[in-house]
């Protein structure tokens, strides 16, 4: 069973970046699609960006196309979020997450490992 642990994570102004990371163990992370999610306060968890098994296909909530950019290192068993251009709307706590099926365009509830969460602040 994989474990997912994020960091990266923090206070940062509207307008500046922050790269998040998710370490795998316990698995191989080559096995799984990946993707991101983040829930604001009082609102539902909401997908935010996925990635295929070999980092050769994306998919991204229209909310952050143009802005974030999913990626991955099988080797290094590490996913990132890199977040450009960030709003105070994007202030959540973002959870990565693997999927065994591999559908980069699947919801939520077909993720079969969720890793703590790291929060995210966007100071206006």
């Known amino acids: 069973q994989v474990q997912l642990m994020e960091s990266g994570g923090g206070l940062v102004q509207a307008g500046g970046s922050l790269r998040l990371s998710c370490a795998a163990s316990?698995?191989?992370?080559?096995?799984?699609?990946m993707g991101w999610f983040r829930q604001a306060s009082g609102k539902w968890r909401e997908f935010v960006a996925s990635?295929?098994?070999?980092?050769?296909?994306?998919y991204y909530a229209n909310s952050v196309k143009g802005r974030f950019t999913i990626s991955r290192d099988n080797a290094k068993n590490t996913v990132w979020l890199q977040m450009n251009n960030l709003k105070p709307e994007d202030t959540a706590v973002y959870y990565c997450?693997?999927?065994?099926?591999?559908?980069?365009?699947?919801?939520?509830?077909?993720?079969?490992?969720w890793g703590q969460g790291a929060q995210v602040t966007v100071s206006s």
């Open positions: 316990g698995g191989t992370l080559s096995s799984y699609s």
């Open positions: 997450a693997a999927q065994e099926m591999g559908i980069i365009e699947a919801g939520e509830d077909d993720y079969d490992y």
């Open positions: 990635i295929n098994y070999s980092g050769s296909r994306t």
